[in-house]
Each structure stands twice: as C-alpha cells, then as structure tokens.
C-alpha cells in the first residue's frame, strides 16, 4: 500500500470542487499541479498517458467528471466516457505510476428508497444515466486499485466557482415574485471549500476505501431555498413546494440520498460544519451587482 505523496495532480481543476481544492491545497503548501479539460481528457487514454509524463505525480486525486445530470440522459456513451472510461484510465495509469488515487463520486449511486442515511456499503442502484455511470467508475476504481484507491462519495455541491443551487434561487428570487422549488428530494447541502479541506484531511490520514462526505444537518431543496432568501435578505420572495413528479425534469433523482458519514467522523475526529453555517459563508462573499 502507498501514501499519499506529493505532487498532487488535482484533474478537473477548473470546475467547482476542483478550483477550491487547488486553493487550499496551495495553501497549505502541497505540491499540486492542476490540469483540466484542456490539458488532459480522462476519456482518451494517450492523453491520460501525457499527462501523468509531464506531472510526474504521487497522489491523484479526480475531480472531473460530466456533472449535467439531465444533460447526460441526452448523451449516455458521452457521460459513460467521462464518468466510468475516465476513472478507469486514470486508475490505470496511477497503477503504472504506483500512485494512489482519490477519486470522487455521488449519492446518486443510490436509488434513493431509503429513509436513513446511506452507509458507504449498501448497494448501489442507481437510477440514470449519471448515476449509472458514476457507479460504473466507482466500480473500475475498485478493481483496478484494489489497495491504493480513496473512493468520496457527496452530494448536493455549491461553491463559489460553478453553476450551483444557491446561485440559482438567488437569480430566480431577482427575476420572479413566486418560485416553486422541490420539497421531496431530502439531502445534505455541501460547500466545496469544505469538502476540499475533508479531502486533505483524508489523503493526510492515509485513508483507504470509500467514504461518505457531507456537511452536517438533512433538509430539501425547498427548505434549502428558504434559508437561502431569508440569510440573503430576501425573505418576502415567496417560495411554493413542488413534488419532483411536477417538476418533470429528464433525469430520475433519489428522493432520500443522506450520506452517513460516521466513517469520515471517525477518521476526521469531528464532523463538517452544519450545511447552513456554511451557506453563511457562502453569502458573505458579494456577488456581481451587489454594493
Ligand atoms: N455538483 C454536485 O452537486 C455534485 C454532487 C455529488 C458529486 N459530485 C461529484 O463531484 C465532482 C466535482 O463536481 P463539480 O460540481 O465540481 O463538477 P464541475 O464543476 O462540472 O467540474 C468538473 C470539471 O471536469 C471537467 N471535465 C469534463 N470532462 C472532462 C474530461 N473528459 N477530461 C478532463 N476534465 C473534464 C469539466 O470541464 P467542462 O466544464 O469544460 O466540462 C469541469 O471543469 C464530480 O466527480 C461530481 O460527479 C458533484
């Protein structure tokens, strides 16, 4: 079994998760090279080749992946290419390095017909093409780094660098009187500066296996978008609940997908903050237009 060493080669650099993990990797001094989409795709394996030659890396740690849940209904061998083919050339390519891998992963690996939190060895079953192919690369992962992979699984991701709910609800509250949002998916809202601190604390522990990693606390896109309008002062927008059914988007989504994250706590020695006291951080940053 290998540690996690240094360089880190942080692959998927420029989208949400991956801009904050850069950050807080070069602030705490890690050696990280970052690459994205225009440096290295995971789905064609010379460029994979090329890019572990010219990063040289000790850890990996992937965070790419075709993240447009409804867009990848639209185009599965696209989605399957990124999410499963991808994985699986990277962990080939960390095994010629002898390199350990942290790769990251969704609840939607779950089906969602639960009513408590998932622990990181229930089944999978998926219910779209996303989730099918993220429990395909998850899988790949395993088989081909059967000792020296990191496989964290999270869910419901905002940050201040991607398309994101808290983002979204905002635009929406300026543009209409009324929003109707979701109130029967139950999740776990995740602030990625959070989960990429939990990332370095993992590779930092020398930890193997799977992990859930969340922040802390359970609610609904309905009860998220109401904290979100009253902490941004924009309580008097008025929000209606809406059934997923009514909503009718392309994608199946699990309607309970709680991660448990005992594990991580044990590891970490403490849980992530609650979800809203990282919404508050969120919404200390000013956006555009704002004074
Ligand atoms: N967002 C969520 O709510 C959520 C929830 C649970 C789990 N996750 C998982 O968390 C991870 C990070 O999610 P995120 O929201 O930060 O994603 P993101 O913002 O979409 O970032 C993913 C990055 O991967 C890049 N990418 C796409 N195809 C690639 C390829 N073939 N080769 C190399 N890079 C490629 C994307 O480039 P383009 O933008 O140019 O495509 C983008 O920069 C993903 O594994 C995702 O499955 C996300």
């Known amino acids: 079994m290998r540690g996690f ?22 602030r705490e001094g890690i050696g990280t090279v970052s690459m994205d989409v225009d440096e290295v795709d995971i789905g064609d394996p010379d460029s994979v080749k090329r ?11 992937n965070v790419a992946a075709l993240t447009d849940v409804d867009g990848c209904e639209a185009v599965p061998d696209q989605a399957f290419r990124v999410n499963a083919t991808g994985p699986k050339l990277v962990a080939t390519a960390c095994r ?27 089944p999978m079953n998926p219910l779209g093409v996303y989730g099918r192919s993220k429990t395909e690369g998850e899988v790949l992962v395993r088989q081909i780094l059967p000792e020296d992979h990191c496989i964290v699984r999270t869910q419901w991701l905002f940050g201040l660098h991607g398309k994101n709910f808290v983002a979204t609800i905002l635009n929406l509250a300026e ?17 990625t500066p959070d989960l990429a601190a939990a990332l370095l604390t993992l590779c930092r522990a020398g930890a193997r296996g799977t992990f859930h990693v969340t922040n802390s606390g359970i609610t609904t896109w309905y009860g998220f978008a109401l904290r979100i309008l009253e902490r941004a002062g924009l309580g ?17 989504r699990p309607l309970y ?3 448990d994250t005992t594990r991580f706590v044990a590891l970490a ?17 000013p956006r555009p237009g704002q004074d």
């Not at 240094?6 to 904050?20: C, F, Q, R, S, W």
């Not at 609840?107 to 009513?115: K, P």
């Open 5 to 26: 060493e240094e360089p880190y080669l942080v692959i998927g650099a420029k989208g949400m998760l991956g801009t904050d993990l850069v950050t807080h990797l070069h």
């Open 51 to 61: 890019a572990f030659a010219a990063a040289k890396p000790g850890t990996v740690i």
């Open 96 to 122: 010629d390095a002898r390199c350990s891998l942290v790769h990251i992963s969704t609840d939607y690996v779950f089906d969602g017909l639960t009513r408590t939190p998932y622990r990181e060895e229930d």
């Open 175 to 191: 543009e209409q009187g009324t929003l109707r949002v979701v109130d029967d998916q139950h999740g776990v809202p995740t602030y």
């Open 236 to 252: 008097a927008v008025k929000v209606d609940p809406m059934t997923t059914r009514e909503l009718g988007r392309p994608a199946p």
């Open 257 to 259: 997908s709680v991660l």
């Open 269 to 285: 020695g403490k849980p992530l903050r609650s979800w809203q006291d990282a919404l508050d951080d969120y919404l200390r940053v």
